[in-house]
């Protein structure tokens, strides 16, 4: 019997990639995805990002089996005409189906309620020391409590937003905006915004926003040519300013990511009150609103305003921690400048992500994130399965010749300055170079 399915080339599938006209394949079959972008959950960006190309690692990555029937009505009834998959993604699909037929990805274990249980223990302790305590030295201490307690809060934010740690989509909703919103300032709405555009874009520094701190860092010298960002959709102008901040970054690392939070409050608070698209905006927005109250509230029970600045400084410098543990998993691995691709998604990941090696006792800290080319690749895998599944990632990297980066906090942190370094020393030469030619 003829074979009467209708075929388009990669080629052609590529002409489909503009918001108006996207396409995307998934296992040969491709998909008109055109209006889906407005009511994708995950936000338009990354299917976007995709736009044109063969996407099926992504879709896998990102999405239950469930969500397998819900693609027929995209169905445009081409397939692609010279689909092939790799040997690599051979493996890594196999492997996640394999994690699918053991249930790891439903086995959440009994981390979320403990870690609610200790954030509850935590913030009741700050608010105690503040009012009650007499001593300077313990309302101090629970300034870093109240840093501890945001560390550990970002991480079920985070887990909520890459797979249901609750009983309901309502309840995984609530904590969303009580984890991120009222405890932390922090918009789960920004969060999603963001973070799934870096996971689908990884290390790419024209698509991916974690890599985009200009003026203040440049990871890579592919920076000063004044990228567009298009995920910002703004240049990303190396200007004097930034050669000048840039000179000087691995110095100022450490002290303004201390202080990072303030940029975070700054980013969440230009997205609620923009044109954007947000789902659930007026939530998030009371959230906020909510976190505004407490908070002030809290620091101005202190005596004093020395004691209300430290107190500040010190929560806001222990959370840096945190700050200092994502940047480790990225700012050292390979970059690249460009659209990502959906043929390749394991590389990617791969390269572009740094793991910090700790023993278990040690995984509350980290929330999991250690293991960030885990958590990349199997991004809705509860944290509590990615120590266990970590030899087969590295033995699948073994085979198909591929990075596995495993540090330790110490030399994460020194491969991070090396980077940081290298890219100030040229920026510190143009700009030396600029000022001798201009005077």
């Given at each position: ?18 918001a108006d006209d996207l396409w995307i394949s998934i296992q040969g079959k491709v998909y008109n995805a055109t209006n889906w972008i407005k009511e994708h959950p995950g936000g338009d960006i990354p299917i976007l990002n995709l736009a044109g190309q063969e996407a099926t690692d992504a879709f896998i990555a990102f999405h239950p ?304 994130l250690q293991f960030q080319l885990e958590h990349h690749l199997f991004p809705r895998l509860p944290r509590c399965q990615l120590r266990k599944i970590s030899p087969i990632v590295q033995e699948l990297c073994k085979k198909h010749n591929l990075p596995y980066r495993s540090l330790s906090f110490f030399e994460a942190n020194r ?25």
């Amino acid at each position: 019997m003829a074979d009467d399915k209708k075929y388009i080339t990669a080629e052609e599938l590529k002409k489909h990639n503009k918001a108006d006209d996207l396409w995307i394949s998934i296992q040969g079959k491709v998909y008109n995805a055109t209006n889906w972008i407005k009511e994708h959950p995950g936000g338009d960006i990354p299917i976007l990002n995709l736009a044109g190309q063969e996407a099926t690692d992504a879709f896998i990555a990102f999405h239950p089996g469930t969500a397998w029937k819900y693609l027929d009505k995209f169905f445009t009834g081409y397939y692609l005409e010279d689909y092939e998959v790799s040997e690599v993604s051979k493996d890594y699909r196999k492997l996640c189906s394999e994690f699918a037929k053991a249930g790891l990805f439903e086995k959440k274990g009994h981390g979320v309620i403990y870690s609610l249980c200790f954030v509850a223990f935590l913030l009741f302790l700050t608010v105690y020391g503040v009012l009650y305590s007499n001593s300077f030295w313990i309302r101090m201490l629970c300034g870093g409590l109240l840093g501890l307690a945001w560390m550990q809060v970002s991480y079920l934010g985070h887990d909520s937003g890459h797979y249901l740690i609750m009983t309901s989509r309502g309840f995984n909703k609530l904590v969303q905006i009580l984890a991120g919103n009222c405890i932390t300032g922090i918009s789960i709405a920004w969060w999603n915004w963001t973070h799934n555009a870096h996971h689908v874009a990884c290390n790419s520094l024209d698509y991916d926003p974690d890599l985009q701190h200009l003026p203040v860092f440049a990871v890579s010298t592919s920076l000063f040519k004044s990228l567009n960002s298009t995920f910002y959709g703004r240049e990303l102008t190396f200007d004097s300013l930034a050669k000048f901040f840039v000179s000087y970054q691995h110095f100022t690392f450490y002290p303004i990511v201390c202080v990072s939070r303030v940029n975070l409050f700054i980013q969440t608070l230009l997205l609620l009150f923009s044109r954007r698209k947000v789902t659930n905006r007026l939530m998030n927005i009371l959230g906020i609103m909510v976190f505004w109250t407490w908070f002030p509230l809290l620091v101005s029970t202190l005596p004093n305003w020395t004691e209300r600045v430290l107190f500040v400084l010190i929560s806001f410098a222990v959370t840096g921690i945190q700050h200092v543990q994502f940047c480790l998993n990225h700012f050292a691995a390979d970059v690249y400048v460009g659209q990502p691709k959906g043929n390749d998604w394991f590389e990617k990941q791969t390269a572009g992500t740094i793991d910090i090696a700790c023993s278990p006792q040690m995984d509350w800290f980290f929330g999991g994130l250690q293991f960030q080319l885990e958590h990349h690749l199997f991004p809705r895998l509860p944290r509590c399965q990615l120590r266990k599944i970590s030899p087969i990632v590295q033995e699948l990297c073994k085979k198909h010749n591929l990075p596995y980066r495993s540090l330790s906090f110490f030399e994460a942190n020194r491969w991070t300055i090396r980077t940081l370094r290298v890219a100030a020393m040229q920026a510190r030469s143009l700009l030396w170079e600029a000022v001798n030619t201009h005077g």
